[in-house]
T-cell receptor, first 111, second 112 residues
Framework: AQSVTQLDSQVPVFEEAPVELRCNYS??????LFWYVQYPNQGLQLLLK??????LVKGINGFEAEFNKSQTSFHLRKPSVHISDTAEYFC?????????FGAGTRLTVKP | DTAVSQTPKYLVTQMGNDKSIKCEQN?????MYWYKQDSKKFLKIMFS???????INETVPNRFSPKSPDKAHLNLHINSLELGDSAVYFC???????????FGDGTRLSIL
């Protein structure tokens, strides 16, 4: 069975600072990896996805993630965050309709 | 136009009642899902339907039953509601079994 671990439940940062949200996965088969963002009282919005090809994936809102097979990681990064990036971020792994989510990381951007 | 829409957005009801949440997607996707998000934001898949066939049914009480009248709709019926059912329920859809899923805005269910 596949699973996802998000290593940090909360990440506070100052505006314009860089941020990395960590995600590790476990799976016995080829995986497809995703990052979603959830703003307050809203559904999940896809930030980026890794299906195959280049291990560096660029998403919306200036986010990017790097797939590292040897370390089974898919960390999310942004070089300079804005107040509006404050939200809950979920890493997920999908194998044939079986989508598993991490517990989420609360990113709080302070002025 | 909203791609995945759920109604109602909020549902407040008493223990023991029966309620339904509706979901519609206009993306032409083949598979639809229901998720439960608890108070700690943990997301757990409940059901998925592909062409009216149940694919995944996690350890969900049989008080919960999905019903799909057609490919664009997957409704969630809940019988004999309990306090522990209070949560946010999300509907989602996807075209590719291993691809991204598109989520609705959620239905916040509160049991009194």
């Amino acid at each position: 069975a596949q699973s996802v671990t998000q290593l940090d439940s909360q990440v506070p940062v100052f505006e314009e600072a860089p941020v990395e949200l960590r995600c590790n996965y476990s799976s016995s088969v080829s995986v497809y990896l995703f990052w979603y963002v959830q703003y307050p009282n809203q559904g999940l919005q896809l930030l980026l996805k890794y299906l195959s090809g280049s291990t560096l994936v660029k998403g919306i809102n200036g986010f990017e993630a790097e797939f590292n097979k040897s370390q089974t990681s898919f960390h999310l990064r942004k070089p300079s965050v804005h107040i509006s990036d404050t939200a809950e971020y979920f890493c997920a792994v999908n194998n044939n309709n079986d989508m598993r989510f991490g517990a989420g990381t609360r990113l709080t951007v302070k002025p | 136009d909203t791609a995945v829409s759920q109604t109602p957005k909020y549902l407040v009801t008493q223990m023991g009642n029966d309620k339904s949440i509706k979901c519609e997607q206009n993306l032409g996707h083949d598979t639809m899902y229901w998720y439960k998000q608890d108070s700690k934001k943990f997301l757990k898949i409940m059901f998925s339907y592909n062409n009216k066939e149940l694919i995944i049914n996690e350890t969900v009480p049989n008080r919960f039953s999905p019903k799909s009248p057609d490919k664009a709709h997957l409704n969630l019926h809940i019988n004999s509601l309990e306090l522990g059912d209070s949560a946010v329920y999300f509907c989602a859809s996807s075209q590719d079994p291993s691809g991204p899923q598109h989520f609705g805005d959620g239905t916040r269910l509160s049991i009194l």
